[in-house]
């Protein structure tokens, strides 16, 4: 069983994660063949103070 992991800063309401667990299931069974039913994906609220990009600190 696939399983698609998503790292975010927090934010999404409750409504935008689900559109966004229903797209990526979505798009991922349509683009492997695989049933839709079979699809796991995680929202990962991660704070921004423990993000860094090109060497900086988000938070």
């Known amino acids: 069983m696939p399983l698609i992991q998503?790292?975010?800063?927090?934010?999404l309401t409750v409504e935008?994660?689900?559109a966004t667990i229903e797209a990526v299931t979505r798009a991922y069974a349509e683009a492997t063949?695989?049933?839709a039913k079979?699809?796991?994906v995680t929202?990962?609220?991660?704070p921004r103070e423990q993000w860094g990009v090109g060497g900086v600190p988000l938070g």
Do not use: F, Y
């Not at 998503?6 to 934010?11: A, L």
């Not at 929202?43 to 991660?46: A, K, N, P, R």
């Open 43 to 46: 929202i990962t609220e991660v």
């Open 38 to 40: 079979s699809v796991w």
């Open 6 to 11: 998503i790292s975010q800063t927090p934010g």
């Open 33 to 35: 063949g695989k049933d």
């Open 16 to 18: 935008q994660k689900r």
